[in-house]
């Protein structure tokens, strides 16, 4: 049994879910006794890819072709399922942000292997292969034994911290068979839609409610994320409104963020918003009614007007930062 990690890049860089996922698929191989290997696909530099042995793999297989710069889930799953044959992979990991949720279920129908989607423990082998994860918009968890041959885990972003070590990987070229046909969807257009800090993979996170009143009053919010170096988010109805992007709002209907700081500045803490953030590792809550529900959730919480609290917070930032 080897294990295969897929690693997506964006513009030639491994994103960092991937390096969480092969640092988490390397240390699920030594627990069990067997190997791990890398998986890239697209035009990835020679020093980015041996550099990935900083995480634990040992050999890191790389398919150059260039028609795989952006992300075409058809063609990304028939790779992947021919370097798990390849390599002869029983378990195979993928990040789950947009790639891995995107192409995991897909390979899992291809190959007839049992999924766990969203894992945020490693497996435990003592008795069967079994991942946990959370459910029920975060409300419980469920302990998953895959009994399929070939098992597949996406792991979730910012579950494990990254501990690099100082090890080179070995590269190989592996050159499957695809042609042009094979690239069912073209993409005619990209653009960047958040800021420089991608949300799902911040490990701080800025996020406004309703209580700051209009998209005129985003800047006391954004000045505090750039401070503290985090990426901006907010709850639906401030994207609904139109107050912010559709991109930025979390929660059940949005995205999922596990950050370790969530700081919420004027969001009443209902549980659609939590299922987006409880998995967060330490709360801030900011908000004028001490009896807003966000306060059971909250590590820390400050009751008062987030228009006197939050420049005072930057201020505060910023003089630590000096
Ligand atoms: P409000 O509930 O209006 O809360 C505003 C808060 O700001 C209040 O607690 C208030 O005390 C505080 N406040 C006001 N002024 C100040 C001030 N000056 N300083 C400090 N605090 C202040 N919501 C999501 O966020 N994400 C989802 O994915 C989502 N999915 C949903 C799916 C379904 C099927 C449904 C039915 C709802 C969903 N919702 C979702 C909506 C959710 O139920 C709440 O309505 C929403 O989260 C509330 O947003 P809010 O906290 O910004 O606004």
Do not use: C
Not at 75 to 104: S, Y
Request: glycine fraction near 10%; avoid cysteine.
């Amino acid at each position: 049994m080897s294990i295969l990690i897929f690693a997506d890049q964006a513009q030639g860089k491994i994103k960092k879910a991937a390096l969480e996922a092969i640092q988490y698929g390397a240390k699920t191989a030594a627990q069990t006794g067997t190997t791990a290997t890398a998986l890239v696909l697209g035009p990835v530099d020679a020093a980015e890819l041996t550099a990935l042995g900083n995480y634990g793999v040992q050999k890191v297989l790389h398919v150059a072709d260039a028609r795989l710069h952006e992300v075409e889930t058809i063609v990304f799953t028939k790779i992947i399922a021919a370097a798990a044959e390849k390599e002869g992979a029983k378990v195979i990991v993928f990040p789950h942000n947009f790639d891995g949720k995107a192409i995991a279920p897909r390979l899992a129908a291809r190959l007839k292997a049992g999924l766990v989607a969203g894992a945020i423990s490693y497996p435990d082998t003592s008795n069967g292969f079994v991942v946990k994860k959370s459910v029920f918009s975060g409300k419980a968890f469920a302990n998953v034994n895959i009994t399929s041959d070939i098992k597949i885990i996406s792991l979730i972003p910012n579950t494990f911290p990254l501990t690099p070590g100082s090890e080179t990987a070995t590269v190989e070229a592996f050159s499957p068979a695809i042609s042009d046909g094979d690239f069912k969807v073209k993409v005619i257009k990209t653009e960047t839609v958040s800021g420089d800090i991608p949300l799902t993979e911040a490990e701080i996170v800025v996020s406004g409610g309703r209580g700051l009143k209009g998209p005129e009053n985003w800047g006391i919010l954004e000045d505090l994320a750039k401070a503290l170096g985090a990426a901006t988010a907010s709850s639906r109805p401030v994207a609904d409104a139109g107050w912010r992007p559709h991109h930025e709002h979390v929660g059940q209907t949005g995205l999922t963020v596990r950050p370790n700081l969530y700081v919420a500045i004027g969001i009443s803490g209902a549980i659609q918003h939590l299922a987006g953030v409880n998995g967060s590792k330490v709360i801030v809550v900011i908000n004028k009614d001490p009896e807003a529900p966000f306060f059971k959730a909250a590590d820390y919480g400050i009751v008062g007007d987030a228009f006197e609290i939050v420049p005072k917070l930057t201020e505060a930032v910023k003089q630590f930062k000096q």
